[in-house]
């Protein structure tokens, strides 16, 4: 099935840290919004990590990002995808990432999940020039990391950094 990404990225001129994803779920394009998915540990994680309440909403989502400087992606503008499994991933179209880079404060990358990271690193490592920090997927599909291990690892890269 050939997806495209519905929705434009999340950021502003002050995001400081840029995450992202390989291309939107299709519960995240239902709602419009990024991991959007009940069981996805995206929000769960970084509110733990910020010590702030889970958002409820996207306006609530909007806002945790905003506070904390981080602007949400995907390496993908389309591909073709067999219902939302990364592995899966046929014929992908770019993003284009500079559009981010050079109109915010981008001090450090990360993807979420191997796919993104090998992703970028084939497609948009050379012309971004900033290598990204890889960090483990939140995908319910991910359900051998368990929720402490997550929080672990985005609290010691993303706050330690």
């Known amino acids: 099935m050939k997806v ?12 400081e ?4 994803g390989s291309i939107p779920s299709q519960k995240s394009r239902e709602q419009g919004f990024y991991y959007g998915h009940p069981k996805n540990r995206f929000w769960q994680v970084l509110s733990t990590i910020y010590n702030e309440s889970l958002p409820i909403d996207i306006k609530d989502k909007k806002a945790l990002l905003t506070k ?3 602007a949400l992606w995907d390496v993908l503008e389309s591909c073709d995808i067999e219902n939302s499994k990364d592995s899966s991933i046929k014929n992908p179209k770019i993003n284009d990432i500079n559009i981010i880079i050079n109109n915010s404060n981008i001090k450090t990358i990360y993807t979420t999940g191997k796919t993104a990271y090998d992703l970028y690193n084939k497609y948009c490592l050379k012309t971004i020039n900033k290598e990204a920090i890889y960090l483990p997927s939140t995908s319910p599909a991910n359900c051998k990391i368990k929720l402490n291990d997550l929080v672990k690892e985005y609290k010691l890269k993303i706050l330690n950094k």
């Open 68 to 70: 904390h400087k981080i």
């Open 17 to 20: 840290i840029l995450i992202l």
């Open 4 to 15: 495209t990404h519905e929705f434009g990225p999340f950021y502003n001129k002050n995001s």
